[in-house]
């Protein structure tokens, strides 16, 4: 089990939730980080006691430490705040909670100092993946995935050996709010209708994301770098429940599955108590109560961020990168109630279309052609 943590992102939904389960564990929090939520911040700083507290801006760590006044912690802020949390020395696990490309440069700095990371931030494999896991390797790192689907994955080959005898990956999918809707159908829908996710409890990006299916699409490139295979082998299938979380197919033909209560905390708290287990405050399931489980193709016609984003995993390279940072400017937007559904599509593919492909990029040109697609995307939408 781990000893000291920081968590990155902690007023987020998985950051609250890293915290639900550290203060169940003994397990001492050396640094939490947040956007600008100072009030939150402040009740997580005074119940766990961090050496340090690191906001997006300095006038949000001004606010905090006048509110903090007294107490013995440290306060900073911006990039090089977050890179040190992710760095002292004391943690020996970092939970990267935050959300979109701020998370990539603490994760890797994390990856230099030889951390585990729970990496609940998914894109950071997405834009970097070959970049970040060739760093694991370099430096006896080691990520242990948050991500439900990622977890499952992980769990499943627990006892696996050679990579060699996997078949493919399967990535279980809700379908999102708009399962079983056609494009016409799509064409009307709100940003309110999106947020309302059937089976989970997420950020609103993340939500959104799960409505256009293109978190399913971001989930292929992560299996894809975590586990060192390529695109074909990773599937997707609609899985409405939400029990079985994901699946392995062997060579043979068998297949093991992870279930579970659609509860992030399981998780959470394996990337912590890893290689061993311990007891959890989530639901368990009653087999006998759930019915029938069901499971589909997606339709990729209805849906086709998903189609993209396999595309771009194939070619690799910049290619996810920019469709990542197109997706992020474009989902802001429809957050602000600026485009419409359909446009998310539109203006990621026009980012992606954009930004110069590299195929095998470095740090820079990763960082420069996420820029390239969100300019795209701003362009595009005005």
């Known amino acids: ?9 902690s007023t987020g939904s998985i950051g609250r939730q890293s915290l639900d389960i550290i203060s169940r564990l003994p397990v001492r929090v050396a640094a939490l980080t947040a956007g600008s939520n100072v009030e939150h911040m402040a009740r997580q700083c005074e119940k766990f006691h961090p050496t340090l507290a690191v906001m997006a801006s300095q ?32 943690v020996d696990c970092v939970i990267t909670a935050v959300v979109g490309m701020v998370g990539l440069k603490p994760t890797l700095a994390a990856i230099g100092a030889g951390k585990r990371i729970g990496l609940a931030n998914k894109e950071t494999l997405v ?29 499943c080959l627990m006892g696996n050996k ?23 159908q799509l064409q009307a829908v709100t940003k309110a209708d999106a947020l309302k996710h059937p089976n ?31 695109e074909e082998q990773v599937d997707v299938v609609i899985h409405r429940q939400s029990v079985v ?13 992870q279930l579970g209560a659609p509860d992030m905390r399981l998780p959470i708290q394996l990337a912590l108590t890893y290689p061993n287990r ?6 368990r399931l009653d087999l006998t109560a759930l019915g029938s489980l069901t499971f589909s193709k997606p339709d990729l016609e209805a849906f086709p961020c998903l189609a993209l984003a396999r595309a771009c995993a194939k070619a690799g ?42 195929k095998t990029p470095d740090l820079e040109q990763i960082l420069e052609a996420d820029r390239l697609a969100r300019l795209a995307v701003a362009r595009a939408a005005n």
């Open 1 to 9: 089990m781990m000893q000291c943590v920081s968590v990155l992102g």
């Open 59 to 90: 006038a949000a760590a001004e606010r905090l430490a006048d509110r903090l006044s007294g107490m013995d912690i440290r306060i900073s802020w911006g990039e090089a705040g977050l890179i040190e949390a992710a760095t002292l020395e004391a």
């Open 245 to 257: 979380h994901s699946l392995v197919e062997y060579v043979d033909g068998a297949m093991l599955a």
């Open 162 to 184: 050679d990579r060699g005898e996997i078949q493919r990956l399967i990535l279980t999918c809700s379908g999102g709010p708009f399962y079983g809707m056609d494009r016409a």
């Open 317 to 358: 390279g910049t290619a996810c990168a920019a469709m990542n940072g197109a997706n992020e400017a474009a989902v802001a937007m429809f957050l602000a109630d600026e485009i419409g559904f359909y446009d998310i599509y539109r203006l990621v593919s026009t980012g992606v279309e954009a930004a110069p492909y590299v």
């Open 278 to 283: 311990a007891a959890c405050p989530v639901e």
């Open 127 to 155: 834009c970097a993946g070959e970049l970040v896991m060739e760093q694991v390797r370099a430096h006896g790192a080691e990520i242990v995935p948050v991500d439900s689907e990622h977890s499952a994955i992980f769990q």
């Open 200 to 230: 989970w409890k997420m950020g609103a990006k993340i939500t959104v994301d799960c409505a256009t299916l293109m978190n399913k699409g971001l989930e292929v490139i992560e299996a894809m770098r975590l586990y060192g295979l390529p």
